[in-house]
Nanobody
């Protein structure tokens, strides 16, 4: 059974930092593209950052709003932990943050989500 479990959310003041973790289990995640998405109240879920599979080189993509402040990475030893280091947090970063893993090969496609972790940034 594939599972993604996020942790590390919480309440932080503007300008502070948090590190989110996503523990992945149940499949070979090194071949998956993994990412962090967020959803604020009344808004659609949006991409925060994404990292390609280990086999594809692990390239990263960031939303313009978080470039230079957030860093996505994989645990190099295990390839089963996805991290998001968030610095210089702003009130507009307040949202539920979700871990995602996706993989497509031929006609097969897999897409998994975690349950989310709340990040609240106070002004």
């Amino acid at each position: 059974q594939v599972q993604l479990v996020e942790s590390g959310g919480g309440l932080v003041q503007s300008g502070g930092s948090l590190r989110l973790s996503c523990a992945a289990s149940g499949t070979t995640f090194s071949i998956y593209t993994m990412g962090w998405y967020r959803q604020a109240p009344g808004k659609e879920r949006e991409l925060v950052a994404r990292i390609s599979s280990v086999t594809s080189g692990g390239s990263t993509t960031y939303a313009d709003s978080v470039k230079g402040r957030f860093t996505i990475s994989r645990d190099n030893a295990k390839n089963t932990v996805l991290l998001l280091q968030m610095n210089s947090l702003k009130p507009e970063d307040t949202a539920v943050y979700y871990c995602n893993a996706r993989y497509a090969y031929g006609i097969s496609a897999y897409n998994y989500w975690g349950q989310g972790t709340q990040v609240t940034v106070s002004s």
